[in-house]
């Protein structure tokens, strides 16, 4: 009697280990793959300045993930979200900075949408301190990125080369993690 029932135990155990082992190693593999599919976070620094004359910064690609640093000197600016794209329509807005470095992380929440970014001090969004991104995934590949201005100089792709250093934030990181969730979901349904 204990014989038989110490024999149906010990099948028990070897008939579930593989395909505990399979799992992990399913779910390791899936890991690396969507790890491995995501194409790396870019950071573009963009001056920021009121346009010496008045025009847009040209509406511009990043993806999500991303981090835009924006910079200047002398005289004072800000950068504030404004979901309406409209510098006379402040509904909803986020404020970001009023110090230079201020930096903004795309989400997954920003991609497939327009993201303008303006700055909200006198008349500067109204003659052109305002620019829009075009936010896609986090896996897009080949995204082509613009750092023009519109007068104040280049802006360029990278780590900032002087201070001020980017504020900390936790966008990054928990944009990266969802889409990681993101991907194996996707992947085991
Ligand atoms: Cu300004």
Known sequence: MSFSCYFKTDLIITSSMPSFLQRSAILT???AIASSSMA???TINLPWCKPPTPGDYATRTAKEGDTVIF???GEAHNVVIYPSGDCLNPKDKTFISEM???SYTF???DVGTNTTLVCSISDHCMVGQKV???VVPADTADVE????TPGCGDGFLGEPTEPP???PSGAASWGMATAVVAGLVGMLV
């Open 29 to 31: 593999a899936l890991a």
């Open 40 to 42: 790396s976070a870019e």
């Open 71 to 73: 910079s200047w000197a």
């Open 100 to 102: 230079s470095g201020a």
């Open 107 to 109: 989400t997954a929440d």
């Open 132 to 134: 829009t991104f075009e």
């Open 145 to 148: 990125y613009d750092t023009s």
């Open 165 to 167: 250093a980017p504020e």
